[in-house]
């Protein structure tokens, strides 16, 4: 093969089943458009009241990562009946966990989401990465470019760090309530966040490749 001839999208499908992270987040990037509208179409209007589609979008990444393991296919079409058959289940369950919490009496945190839909969760982490290494964050946020690149960040964190993110970030939790959550300390959730932030700001430099590669 001609090195210069970039992999198809069933080699690159392939490598992903087989866990090449660069292929997972390559291929989360080819379908980052088409992911979006199909789950702002799925999401309906009370989920919509809670959840931004950037953060809805975020949970179905993370959702795909997670089961990249027990992809089958290799073929496109395959894929795409998985990965988007993976996205509507994501949402439902979505739906059905928020109302849930709703009725639990977790009303507050609910409300505070639905009012901050015009600040979403990757917004808001972007813009504390931007202020760790001293950039503008009006500046870094500005360019769409970084919320979708920190959306397939995300997506590759594991374990803890992803646990601790999630909840800080997504369920809008206070550092003492993370770590009542996790059953940790507090200077271990501190740890886990710090290094989770270092994670993303060098994967982001690698989503941010594929993005700019993207065609119109």
Known sequence: MNPQTPPSLETRIAAAQGGDKESQ??????????????VAS????????????????????????????????TSTVGFERWLFRISEHTVI?????????????????????????DGNSARALVEDLADCDG??????????????????ALANLVGDQREAIRLRYFERMQIQEISDCMNKTVPAVRGLIRRAMSVLREDMIKSSMWLSRKGP
């Open 25 to 38: 987040s390559y291929l989360l990037v080819h379908y980052q458009v088409r992911l979006a509208r199909f």
């Open 42 to 73: 799925k999401m309906g209007e009370r989920l919509s009241s809670q959840l931004s589609v950037d953060d809805m979008l975020q949970i179905v990444f993370m959702a795909v990562f997670a089961n990249f393991p027990k992809l089958k296919t």
């Open 93 to 117: 369950d979505e739906a059905r966990r928020q109302s849930a919490a709703k009725r639990g009496g977790d009303w507050r945190r609910i409300a505070a989401k639905s009012q901050d839909q």
């Open 135 to 152: 950039d503008s964050p009006s500046a870094f946020v500005a360019r769409e470019e970084s919320i979708q690149a920190i959306q397939i």
